[in-house]
């Protein structure tokens, strides 16, 4: 009998070095690899897949790969506007723009301004990153919402999944247990900026998304919202 341990391929952990796959870490995602194994058995034509909860969209992201129909469903709105990321077919104008208007936001990073800062209402923030951090993420972005109007939406999107994946990187909270804990902030040497390292995090995440976001997919999901037993259109986030 095969030892357990030996089934790692099947967690979320075989995720993070496949191509879209990995683009937000979320510990109960199970792998992709699983998703082929069934998904092998199976002919694309004439074929419908349901995934009544897309999660991460690993399903959908596989079945749209290999040119299988899919229909996908949750009740959580994030997790719906992931999935549409991951799936979605981006060409080299979407990418150009991504990249170019990331190398601004890159600058903001290093001399963020006062104007237009978010901040998330969220209870007891400073638990979650320091003062200097947040004052970042939040003129990061600010400046995303503000474009928003005036950009593509999967260009926008984009730039929310480098956001997401920036400010969890340098979130106190720790994310190795599902129980909600928090990590000490340690005092930093006198010379130390918050800017450099998450201007490091955020190029090598642009980078990233960069290269990920040219694998092709074959078919368009059906991607639909849940609420009160009632199904509807999927909102853009």
């Known amino acids: 009998m ?27 995602a199970y792998s ?66 991504f990249r170019s208007i990331a190398q601004h ?22 638990k979650w990153w320091s003062v200097d951090v947040l004052r970042i993420l939040g003129g990061m972005m600010g400046f995303i919402r503000r474009i928003s109007d005036f950009c593509s939406e999967k260009v926008v999107d984009l730039l929310k999944v480098a956001f997401c994946r ?9 994310f190795n247990h599902q129980s909600m804990s928090f990590k000490t902030q340690n005092n930093l040497p006198l010379f130390h900026r918050a800017a450099d390292d998450m201007l490091m ?5 642009v980078e990233d998304l960069y290269i990920s976001a040219q694998s092709k997919v074959q078919t368009k999901p059906g991607i639909f919202f849940v609420r009160c037993a009632e199904i509807i259109n999927c909102p853009s986030p």
Not at 50 to 66: I, M, S
Not at 105 to 126: F, K, Y
Request: hydrophobic share 40%; net charge negative.
């Open 201 to 205: 995090t955020w190029q090598a995440v």
């Open 2 to 28: 095969q030892q357990l341990g030996l089934f790692a391929h099947l967690t979320h952990k075989a995720n993070l070095r496949h191509t879209r796959y990995g683009w937000l870490r979320l510990t109960p």
């Open 105 to 126: 936001i890159a600058q903001l990073i290093e001399e963020p301004g006062a104007d237009d800062i978010w901040t998330p209402s969220i209870h007891q923030i400073e």
């Open 166 to 174: 920036t400010m969890i990187a340098h979130s106190s909270a720790s």
């Open 32 to 97: 992709v690899h699983l998703v082929q194994d069934v998904l092998s058995q199976i002919t694309p034509h004439d074929t419908v897949v349901l995934d009544p909860f897309c999660g991460t969209g690993t399903t959908a992201l596989a079945c749209a790969e290999r040119g299988i129909s899919v229909d996908t469903t949750d009740i959580n709105p994030f997790l719906l506007w992931l999935t549409k990321t991951k799936v979605g077919a981006y060409d080299s104008a979407h990418l150009t723009d």
